[in-house]
C-alpha cells in the first residue's frame, strides 16, 4: 500500500481505479541516433495510430455535438497529412539523426510559430492546432495514448496538474476523485471540482514511477489521504464513510422547497454557480433558487475555435428555459489568467492575473465581446437571465459596456431578431471597485462579489501559487470590511448584493453575512442544502 498526504480540495471520499495521466510538460530530450531507419517506423506507427485516433473521435463528435463542431477532427488529419509537415520530422530524423520525438516537437514549434505569425486570422489560429497533432504524435510515441481520457471509465484521476481547460474536457460524469501534485485551492480547476462535487486533493507529492493507471485508490477527501493498494481496513473505512456520507445528504433532501430563511424571519438567496450547461442538472438536483454565477469562459475552453452566437444562444436559452421562473445570471467571458485558449492567441505576461483578461479583453476586442452580448439578449428573451461583468475597476467601463450593448440592441431590432435588455450587474473582484461602489450602483442594477479575486488583489496574493496557499487569507478583516462597504454602498441606491466567490459557501460566515446584508449567496450546488440548513437554524 502507498499513502500520501495532501491538501482538501473538496471533501468526500472516493474508491475507484487510477486513471493516471502523465505531465505533459516533459522536456523533449534530443537523443542521436545511428539507426534512422528504426525512427523513421515509429513515427510511421505513431502518425497511423494518430489518424486512427481522429477518425474515432471524429465519429463520436459528430454523433454528440454536430458536423460543424466534429470538423476539427477532419482539419487535424489533414494538417498530419500535409506534405511540408511530414517531410520536415522525417528530413531532420535522418539529416540530424534525431529520435522521431525531438523531430516532431521541433517541427511542431516552428510550424506553429510560422502560422502564429501570420497576417490571417484563420491561418493564426491554426497554430494551437499543428501544437495539438504534434502533442498527440508524442504522446503516441511515448506509448502513452490520450485515448486514456477518451475512453475513460469511471476513476480517480491522477496527475501532476490539471488546467481548466483540460478539466473540462474530461468525462465529468467518471471522475471519481482528482488527486494531482501541484495546483491552489482557488485555482479554478479547484473550483470545478468543488462544482462537481468531486472529492479532491492538491499539492500530494506522487511518486509517478510507482503509480499505474487501474491501481486500486482511495481517495480521503476528509483527512486529507490518497492510498494506492489499499489494505483492507482502509477500503473498510472509505466504503463507511462513503454511506454515512449518503446518509447526511438523504437529511438534507428534506429541505428541498423550503425557503432559506432565519427563524427570525431574515431571507437570503441561496443560488448556485456553475460552469457548464450540463451543471444544471446539478443546480436542480439541490434545489437552488437560481444560477448566481454562470462561468461562460468555460463554453470557450476546451475547443479549437470561438463559439459561434448560435452555439452560445442555445447554450444561455437552455439554461434560461431549464430554469424557468429561477434567475440565471450569466457572467460574460473571463478568459485569461489561468483560463487560456490557444485560438485567443494571448501573449504571454510577466503578471497574467493583472493583465490582459476579462472585460478588458472585450472591450479590446469589441467584436468578440459583441458575439456573446448578441446570443446573450436573444436568450434573455426566454426567462429570467441576467448579465454580470467581470473585473470592473471604473465607471467608464460600464458606461463603455452600456454603448456596445445599446449598438447590440440596434443591429438585433435592425435584423427583426426577438430579444430582451435584462438586468446588468457587476462583479466586484478587484479593491478599486470597492472603493468606488457608491458610484458604480447608480450605474449598474447588482453587485456580486467575487471574494477570489478580491482576495488575491487585496492582500497581493496570486490565487494560483501553491506556495502562498498559506497566506490566502479571505477571512482578513481587510475583506469582511470591504464587503460591509459594498453592501452598505449599494443598498443605499436601492441596489441588492450577492457574493459569488468561494466565500459565500464558508459556514463560519453565513451568521456574519445575514447579519451584513448580504442578499444572496451563490455557491457550488452541492452546498445550497448545507448553507440553507445553517440559516434556518439562525
Ligand atoms: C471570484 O473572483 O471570486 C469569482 C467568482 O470569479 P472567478 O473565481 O471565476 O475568478
Ligand atoms: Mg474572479
Given amino acids: 500500500m502507498m ?18 495521466l502523465k505531465n505533459r510538460d516533459v522536456q523533449v530530450k534530443r537523443i542521436r541516433t545511428e539507426n534512422s531507419g528504426v525512427e523513421l517506423g515509429r513515427l510511421k506507427d505513431a502518425v497511423s495510430c494518430a489518424k486512427e485516433q481522429l477518425q474515432r473521435l471524429y465519429d463520436k463528435a459528430l454523433k454528440e455535438v454536430g458536423e460543424s463542431n466534429a470538423a476539427i477532427f477532419e482539419v487535424h488529419q489533414m494538417m498530419l497529412d500535409d506534405d511540408d509537415y511530414q517531410e520536415s520530422i522525417q528530413s531532420m530524423i535522418e539529416k540530424e539523426q534525431v529520435n522521431a ?32 497533432i504534434s502533442e498527440r504524435l508524442l504522446r503516441n510515441l511515448s506509448g502513452q495514448e490520450n485515448s486514456d481520457i477518451e475512453n ?9 496538474d490539471l488546467t481548466p481547460s483540460e478539466t473540462v474536457q474530461l468525462d465529468k460524469s467518471k471522475i471519481l476523485g482528482i488527486v494531482t501534485v501541484h495546483g491552489s485551492t482557488n485555482s479554478h480547476t479547484s473550483i470545478l471540482a468543488r462544482m462537481m462535487n468531486i ?24 483527512c486529507g489521504k490518497v492510498y494506492f493498494d489499499p489494505e483492507q481496513k482502509i477500503k473498510d473505512y472509505a466504503n463507511a464513510k462513503i454511506c454515512e456520507e ?42 437552488a433558487e437560481g444560477i448566481g454565477l454562470f462561468r461562460s469562459e468555460f463554453l470557450y475552453l476546451g475547443r479549437d475555435n470561438f463559439p459561434t452566437e448560435e452555439e452560445q444562444y442555445q447554450a444561455y436559452r437552455r439554461v434560461v428555459q431549464t430554469m424557468g421562473d429561477k434567475k440565471v445570471i450569466i457572467r460574460t467571458l473571463d478568459i485569461g489568467a489561468d483560463k487560456k485558449a490557444d485560438y485567443f492567441n494571448l501573449r504571454k505576461e510577466e503578471n497574467p492575473a493583472m493583465g490582459y483578461r476579462a472585460i478588458r479583453i472585450c472591450l479590446k476586442q469589441p467584436d468578440i465581446f459583441k458575439i456573446q452580448l448578441r446570443a446573450l439578449l436573444r436568450a434573455a428573451y426566454y426567462g429570467k437571465l441576467s448579465i454580470m461583468y467581470p473585473m470592473i475597476i471604473s465607471t467608464e467601463e460600464v458606461k463603455q459596456i452600456y454603448k456596445i450593448i445599446k449598438k447590440v440592441q440596434e443591429e438585433l431590432e435592425r435584423d427583426g431578431i426577438p430579444y430582451r435588455v435584462p438586468e446588468q450587474g457587476i462583479m466586484i473582484e478587484t479593491p478599486a471597485a470597492v472603493m468606488i461602489s457608491d458610484e458604480l450602483a447608480e450605474l449598474v442594477d447588482f453587485f456580486s462579489i467575487g471574494t477570489n479575486d478580491l482576495t488575491q488583489y487585496t492582500l497581493a496574493i496570486d490565487r494560483q501559487n501553491e506556495r502562498l496557499d498559506d497566506f490566502y487569507n479571505p477571512h482578513h478583516k481587510a475583506i469582511l470590511r470591504m464587503i460591509k462597504i459594498v453592501v452598505d454602498n449599494a443598498h443605499k441606491a436601492g441596489k441588492w448584493v450577492g457574493i459569488c ?4 459557501a464558508d459556514e463560519t460566515l453565513t451568521e456574519k453575512f445575514l447579519k451584513i446584508g448580504v442578499d444572496e449567496l451563490s455557491v457550488s450546488p452541492s452546498m445550497v442544502l448545507k448553507l440553507r440548513n445553517i440559516i434556518r437554524k439562525i
Fill in 101 to 132: 520525438e525531438y523531430a516532431v516537437a521541433v517541427t511542431g514549434d516552428n510550424f506553429s510559430q510560422m502560422f502564429a505569425s501570420m497576417e490571417d486570422d484563420y491561418m493564426r489560429a491554426r497554430a494551437a492546432d499543428i501544437k495539438d
Fill in 501 to 504: 466567490g468561494e466565500l459565500g
Fill in 199 to 222: 472529492p479532491a486533493l492538491i499539492g500530494v507529492p506522487l511518486e509517478f514511477e510507482q503509480i499505474r493507471s487501474g491501481m486500486e485508490t482511495v481517495v480521503d477527501g476528509i
Fill in 152 to 160: 475513460m471509465k469511471p476513476s480517480v484521476v491522477v496527475a501532476q
Fill in 3 to 20: 499513502e500520501y498526504q495532501g491538501k482538501v480540495v473538496y471533501k468526500g471520499i472516493a474508491v475507484g481505479p487510477a486513471l493516471v
Fill in 246 to 287: 449518503q446518509e447526511k445528504r438523504r437529511l438534507l433532501e428534506d429541505l428541498k422547497g423550503k425557503e432559506s430563511v432565519t427563524t427570525g424571519g431574515q431571507k437570503i438567496n441561496i443560488y448556485a454557480n456553475i460552469g457548464s450547461v450540463s451543471d444544471v442538472g446539478y443546480v436542480l438536483q439541490n434545489d
